[in-house]
């Protein structure tokens, strides 16, 4: 055991990883404590609501971005990547005022589609804010990742959670019932500013910066929203489809309860893959650029990831209701039979998620957009399981998920091993 850690911790990727890791753990526990402030301040319907206003915000950061925030990694030249951090802020900036007038107009079509109850219409003019603010920070992140500052990466993380988890809290207090959405707007603000001070501390200066520069590295990395966009939105919209699912299949409160089973599976298991895949990303392309071996350091961390999320799984499996009717009390015990289900799923996606950044890295976006398309109309077929109770239709959702990741591993495997074949 004594050198299984000394081989892992040695490692470069995982060190990082470690540092990256540690600061979203932070930040998970977080929010899981006050989640158990908040689930008794807000009502399953309220959750519902929020559930369905982020997953909106999480499809829409996809589309505003563009995906040039990962492009940001990897020009050689400082000056090309500071064009694209600010190309791409200026392109969420002009995409979220188009989306808040699409809302302004056609808030009461938009409502009726997402099957959101009247008494939750009005958080929808929020969203493009909660979106701008999320895809600013998006960009500092992946500048601070282009120089490995993984410490101050991880202190953004906390400081968010902190924020939002304030301003829930007070909002919930003070009966304010777009006190959740509050939260999410504080939170993301708070955390441009923390990234904005790290990124100037370590030399981000927008000086020299023109019009043309920025247009030449929009150009130069335009293959991200060509290729990636769309796949990425369907990926994203596939992940987040269950909850419109569940919302206009079962009704709110149901979808209060998946939330929950969410929050505590999903959106940790996301953090941490999402600070993974920085980590990687970074190495990756080193390695590529040395024209050194990936495929061992892919095979290594997803042996790391199964050993870290197994034990969790099997924590909930085995008692998910009784320690979700325990720590949020007795009304959200259904929560944890969900999360007993999707478990396996979310399991899944833990370990293979960081991986895809090989499909990054190696240039195989369309071969990654395949993968993605075909995932979209998997859980898109979920629609013909709607007679199902809900048990046997997150059952089902469950199965789907295990066997794509199951491929989606194997393709990343491949392109790795095809890599190395070529040195």
Known sequence: MEKLIKRIFGN??????TTLVTGTVVAQLILIAVQLVIRRLYSADDFGAFSIYMSIVSILVIVVTMRYELAVVLPKEEK???????????ISFGLNIIFFLI??????????????????KKWLYWIPISTFLYSVYQF???????????????????????????????GGVAKVQRGLVFGDIFGNFINIISAYVQATRRGLTFNGQTAQSVSNALR?????PKYQAIPAVLNTTSTLLPVFFLNAFFGVSVTGY????????????????????QVLLKELRDKVVGKQKITETILKTAGVLAAIICPFALIIILWGPQL???????AWTESGYYARILSFAFAAQFIVSPLSISFTVLEKLKTLAIWQICYFFLILSLYFFKFLPIQQFLIVFTVF?????????????VQCKKFDKLL
């Open 12 to 17: 470069r990727i995982l060190k990082h990883a």
């Open 80 to 90: 090309t990547a500071t064009s694209l951090l600010l190309g791409g802020i200026f």
């Open 103 to 120: 809302i302004f107009f056609l808030n009461d079509p938009i409502s009726n589609f997402f099957k959101i109850p009247p008494g939750y």
């Open 140 to 170: 500092f992140n992946y500048w601070l990742t282009r120089h490995s500052a993984y410490k101050a990466i991880s202190l953004n993380k906390v400081c968010r959670r902190t924020s939002e988890g304030l301003v829930q809290i007070a």
């Open 220 to 224: 130069t990395y335009s293959e991200f």
């Open 258 to 277: 998946f939330d929950l089973s969410r929050q505590i599976l999903a959106v940790p298991i996301a953090f941490i893959t999402a600070s993974l895949m």
């Open 324 to 330: 979700f009717s325990f720590f949020f009390s007795p």
């Open 401 to 413: 998920n295990v066997i794509a990741y199951i491929v989606y591993f194997v393709m990343i495997v």
